[in-house]
């Protein structure tokens, strides 16, 4: 057996299983030692039977006196009933409806079964524990230890899990380690086939302790690598200096219709110092929807444009790349500047190019292809698509990126390969509306400078918040359909579904739900709630272009209230929209509910935010009462990082946060000492250390 083995060639491992596991992203026996119980039970306390009293919990081992099963009267379920004697007295234990324990299991069978006791008119007894029998020369798997629970599918058990880790002692114990001796030896951790052997299998809970510890390590240190290994290579590449010409931007200022607020003024002023430098720039601008990061990059865009420089603007959807280009258009229609827009749905450019009339979408992409290597383009605007098309760019600069926080490093290389320019490196900045607090922004993005705009521009009304409590949710349609009488538009975000915590639902399953969420909530509003309105729907489910096709009939003012899920992209600008209306918001991150809130308050008029909750406890009424009283996006950051860690409120995949199964941001520490050890790492040595971290970007995506 080795690492790659499918795990198909395991002992009790057919089809269907094969599948089930599949669906938890387990194909090969590497995967399954990277599937970690996601808590433990702690049954190794062995109880004496006459010590027992009700509602203790743990494990009873004994003899079966007795086991018999039969119908029950009236239900027809099948029970299993045993006596078990351990010497000290004997207890009553029951099964329901598991017809193979009668088959396994028989009288005068020594046993050990975890599980709980509880007392009825019967006297003392346990329910349906987990059991297994003991055998003379093998320890216990499912009770009288710390039992590992691992995350499942439908159809798969615990024991069937547990099973096959039976089967991977071996092949555990030849697991080379990514992170060498010496290193391992300067922070006191344990080899990382030790920790996975004991994460599956704890002796006991110290050593579970210690092998977490080495897993937390390995989490935090990738990320200090990687971010270690872009310092590094930033500093040996070659940018060209894009001059910081005073002259030129502070016309460009004074032209604006509006005073830049002083955030703007020193974010555009780091970074124009920053792109005057020989080394490429990596920088990070965060600002609150609305802030005013579009002007700020333009801005610096102009700097560079007006200095013979391109620019390349990547959004992360085809709709953000137009609307980008649209305020691009909008800023730049007193200069000389050409914009283009190259998306997967448009090609287009300002001034428009001559190409005769009606030629066809083919001929028009070739055209802004070539348009863009001979210049005839200064300000490229499109999503990440165009890193796959042919685009060759002529001098480009630098290049902006909305709503990715990062840059892998291949993906770097490959910008700079259509740079044309192999020399050198375009200098980046990214862009998000995500609040990322600095010091989090230090763990996570080690490898970015940080510039962020807090204050809003003024004359901004705030959106008005509200948690609307469940008798009034009548008036608060009622002020909906004002809102649209009066020509306004509506938002109606649906509930989150949740993974279960025993993580029973696939991604697809998952997906499905919310499809189904929507669709009932479309059907409410559209046929009970409002029938006279024009509503209409997006989920993940649909494909791209169904989606952009309805985002587009709400931007255009025919639909009035649009029903949408949370994952679904909502990042486009509808001015006209002032109501946003979340149900099952407390179910939400409040950095989330801020983005929906974001939505809405994009125009003078005043806009309203309505949150419905179905919970009562009192830590979700806090929260969201937070919520209704705060505008600031970092404020609500870190109140949210401190109550439901940094996977929640960023989400896992964007932040790097999914490979966090073990760390967290409170283990600073660790996080420190992470950073202090990557620090000058000399990447060309240790290539397991460089493959470890070239595996994580392909994990994030990065590359
Ligand atoms: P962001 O990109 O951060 O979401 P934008 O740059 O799109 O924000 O700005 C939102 C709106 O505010 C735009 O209409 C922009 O013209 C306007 N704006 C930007 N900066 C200022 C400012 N300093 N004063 C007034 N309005 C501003
Ligand atoms: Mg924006």
Redesign the pocket.
Known sequence: MKLDTEITQLNRVGKTMAKRLNSLGIHTVKDLLFHFPFRYEDLSQILSIDSLVDGMEGTVQGKIALINTKRSPRRHTLITEAIITDGTGQLRVVWFGQAYISKNLKAGDEVSLSGKIKHDMFGLQMVSPAYEKIRKDADTTHTAKIVPMYPLTRGLTQKQVRFLFSQLTDIIATFSDWIPQSIRDSVDIMPLAEAIAILHNPPDAESLHYATHRMKFDELFVLQLRAEMVRQSLQTSHAQSIPFNKTIVQDFVEALP????KD?KIAAWEILQDIEKHSPMNRLLE??????????AALVAHNAVTQGFQVLIMAPTDILATQHYA?FVDIFKNSNTNIGLYSRTKAETTPELNLGKKPSKAAKKRAVLEAITNKDIDIIIGTHALLGEKVECNNLGLVIVDEQHRFGVKQRKKIKSRSGNTETTPHFLS?T?TPIPRSFALTIYGDLDISI?KSM???RKPVITRVVPQERRATAYGFIEEQVQKGKQVFVICPLIEEKEDDEKTPSAMASDEKKTVLEEYKKLSEEVFPNLRVGFVHGKLKVKEKDAVMSQFAEGELDILVSTSVVEVGVNIPNATVMMIEGAERFGLAQLHQFRGRVG?SDVQSYCMLFSESNSQKAKERLGFFEKNTDGFALAEYDLEQRGPGEVYGKQQSGIKQFRFASLSDKELIQMARNMAKGIDFNIHNTITQKVEEWERQVHLE
């Open positions: 509006f005073t830049l607020t703007q600002g609150d929807v609305g802030s005013g990061k579009t002007i700020v305020s862009m509306a705009i521009p003024p004359g994009r």
